[in-house]
């Protein structure tokens, strides 16, 4: 895997990460104040640091162990069970 193609899959598993952590601990408004920029079913504390954080962790360790079985050519598709086969 060149550098480019680690970074693409390191970004497309940080957003992925990021839209599956952000539900995690939030709790809605029950009772929002439209005046003070609130709106009911608004999240009261969205914590969005921790999530970015773990976001990145979680990214992180994802993208190794894609890497390593990239690598290690257990998964190719110029050789072994996943690739065509030859005329």
Do not use: C, N
């Amino acid at each position: 895997m060149s550098w480019f193609s680690g970074v693409v899959v390191y970004l497309l598993l940080w957003w992925i990460v990021l839209f599956a952590v952000l539900p995690f601990g939030v709790q809605p408004e029950a009772h929002g104040d439209p005046a003070a920029g609130g709106w009911r079913g608004a999240p009261r504390r969205p914590l969005l640091f921790r999530k970015l954080v773990a976001t990145t962790l979680v990214a992180a360790l994802l993208w190794i162990v894609i890497h390593a079985v990239i690598e290690s050519g257990w998964l190719s598709l110029r050789s072994g069970w996943l690739a065509m086969p030859e005329r």
